[in-house]
């Protein structure tokens, strides 16, 4: 993208009323507007992150075997009223509405009931199953207060997978597939390395949950942590007789603060019963459908990353989830920088090289520091001097040294995916 | 995809409560499910076929400029206020629900209000503008009726485009580039010989405005038509003292009905003037900025393409938006053609080419019918018989004609994009 014809424009300072460290980043940058608490837009710049995230996250559910789909925001009373969940007092973030004729309606904040009476119309033999389906949601959560930037939003994309299996001995393979799927997407957004697996209370299902947390002083949850096994606990189990329970030792943890980034749960066959999920087995018997659910929320991934890898000048995003590899800015006005700089834009395009292409006429010292705000992995400098010596001038977010390359060596480094 | 491992099934038979026979073919061949009447949840092949047109549309908007991005679905109430458009006795589409703190918030039924007041934050300068954004928005509309399956829908997935331009003549000017992108969009889904842009009544910005409509029998609208000059013009605004103000000729139209397929409107300055978007020209005057919004409903795009495209065996979709371009079935369970067919699979997904396999323990005569069914452009037979030819069994879905072809003849055919 040219700049030039872009509407978003850095500022130097956040909009008074936002708390938190990610939002105002991301709003400096152009990445995002607020619209209200929790409440986030995503401009040309931020709907890049979240797409890149959202592949990164498709290619890890349907390698794991699950199918995309995506469901409706609108939803019946009558399904949540099966499983007892459609009370405000139950479950206090439904935000609803209601249809000319006064039926309510309720708006999506998760999908276990639409889904399950959904697959109804699929699933009767043992033949049917396993299934395992996911969707990118726009989920709506009536939260009472929303003061962790795009963490925590009142409106967010989440990824949400729900599988369903003939036993529970297939629903554990299967829960462990995606426990294994998640950390690979924790590793290839680069938060492998600080977030575990942690074991969490478990809701209304099962004891005790696993959830994925990171390590972050932005976090809402602390976490006692042994790192050198990889072994994580939620405070709200860590007590004497949980970690009786979960077979762990008692002590030898750091407690610290972390953002929770997925989570995982055995639904066991309570959802399928309630609903009337069943399936016929090959001895010919009736049997309740064994069920899981996956969440993931890709906003909120977002706002950890942009925690996690930012400094005093600004975002630095990790290559895999960047919304360009490389920032190109010409400098100095003259026809040949332009041209040049014009023929590498479109050289670079050609390569399949990512390029926000800094064409304005503004001083080299503003085209410096959005880089930097906006974090872009590669800056590249074309000059009356670079043509000069013809070559171009390459520097890496993370680093000051920049240096002079020829084209191919250029085109090189930035096609180098780590 | 298998459709061994696919959890959507065909069914001979759709839903009592149906009425539109794009949503009863839809249903039938397992891509989309019906929630509530207009809301329907999109399967792993409906899927498909929207992301497929999203990105025939995308194309086209990125094509004259535009940016892509993503705004909220709630909305504040104080925005539509300042236009007028809050209330329910004048927007009478509303849903609407409330924070914890008791305050009113919009559920996106268009975005005009919070794109331009968005925009004061990036334009203040004629050096700003001309401005072209847009998104792939969840839309909820309250709709009193809603029977006419996924044409016309509670929640559909709009493409909504908004131009913000310094004068009437530039407005002008993208006004006419997206009318054109609008007819090469509708072209590439197979629908250009029978859209015509079509003059109607204006709203409240006005007295006239453009929208696109497609012949159909199951459209809602009614339209007079002069094919062979290319005129057509709503029903609404079909009466002597329009034709002159529009200087259309008085008579020579045939009469026939229509879906609108997407809508342009000329908005002016009123909305900009109320919500305060304004900018700097070159002589130092600050003027209110001309406006245009552009919709194609694309949910309601593809139930006309289902309509249209469809015979008594089935869809049938154009290869441009078809969920694969190759239904690929095994006949017969012989270890050889399992093996042969597995392979295919295998070599068409790396050429690149979207393939269904129906590698499922099923009669062929189930086989043939779902291929038909599903409308999938090209149906291949792999069993002992054309094992014995060393050969593939090439069929359209538009001829009954089937044909022995090599994998090379085989591959070229189905890499053609026509």
């Known amino acids: 993208m040219r700049l030039s014809q872009t509407f978003t424009k850095t500022t130097k ?27 986030y837009a995503f401009l040309p710049l931020g709907l890049k992150v979240i797409e890149n ?13 699950g199918s995309e789909l995506i469901m409706t925001n609108l939803q019946r009373q009558e399904l949540w009223e099966k499983t007892n969940r459609w009370d405000d007092e139950v ?62 939003g009142r409106e ?41 697996v942690t074991r969490a209370s478990g809701g209304a299902f099962a004891k005790y949950s696993d959830e994925f947390q990171t390590i972050t002083d932005a976090g809402e949850d602390i976490i006692y942590l042994d790192k050198e096994n990889k072994i994580a606990i939620n405070e709200e189990v860590y007590n004497e007789q949980a970690l009786d329970e979960l077979g762990l030792k008692k002590d030898g943890y750091e407690k610290v603060k972390a953002a929770e980034v997925g989570n995982i749960f055995h639904l066991g066959t309570e959802k399928s019963e309630k609903l009337g999920l069943s399936f016929t087995d090959e001895d010919g018997q009736e049997k309740p459908i064994v069920m899981g659910s996956y969440g993931l929320g890709i906003n909120r991934l977002m706002g950890v990353i942009a925690e996690h890898f930012s400094d005093d000048k600004g975002l630095v995003w990790p290559k895999s989830v960047a919304p360009a590899i490389v920032y190109l800015a010409s400098v100095g006005q003259s026809e040949a920088v ?6 590498l834009y479109d050289d670079l395009l050609e390569s399949g090289i990512s390029v926000i292409y800094d064409d304005r006429d503004t001083r080299p010292g503003q085209k410096f520091a959005d880089a930097e705000l906006m974090g872009i992995p590669h800056r590249v400098v074309v000059s009356d001097k670079t043509l000069e010596s013809n070559s171009f001038e390459l520097k890496s977010r993370t680093s000051d040294d920049t240096k002079l390359v020829s084209q191919e060596e250029l085109v090189k480094t930035l096609e180098n995916k780590s």
Not at 119 to 125: D, F
């Open 91 to 152: 479950v206090d973030i439904w935000f609803k509405t209601e249809l000319k004729n006064g039926s309510k309606i309720g708006l999506a904040w998760t999908h276990e009931e639409p889904i399950t009476d959904m697959m109804k119309n699929y699933i009767s033999s043992y033949r049917d199953l396993p299934v395992n389906v996911y969707q990118f949601q726009n989920k709506l959560r009536n939260e009472l207060r929303a003061k962790s930037g795009i963490m925590r």
């Open 13 to 39: 300072s956040a909009p008074a009323d936002e708390q938190a460290n990610n939002a105002k980043l991301l709003i400096q940058a152009g990445f995002i507007h607020k619209e209200m608490a929790g409440v």
């Open 338 to 343: 332009k041209n040049q700089a014009d023929k």
């Open 156 to 196: 967010f994309i989440m990824k949400d997978l729900y599988s369903y299996s003939r036993s529970e001995e297939e629903h554990q393979k299967i829960y462990k597939a995606i426990t294994d799927a998640y950390m690979r997407i924790y590793d290839r957004v680069g938060l492998g390395e600080i977030t575990y």
């Open 53 to 65: 995230i959202k592949q990164i996250v498709r290619e890890e559910m349907n390698n794991i075997g």
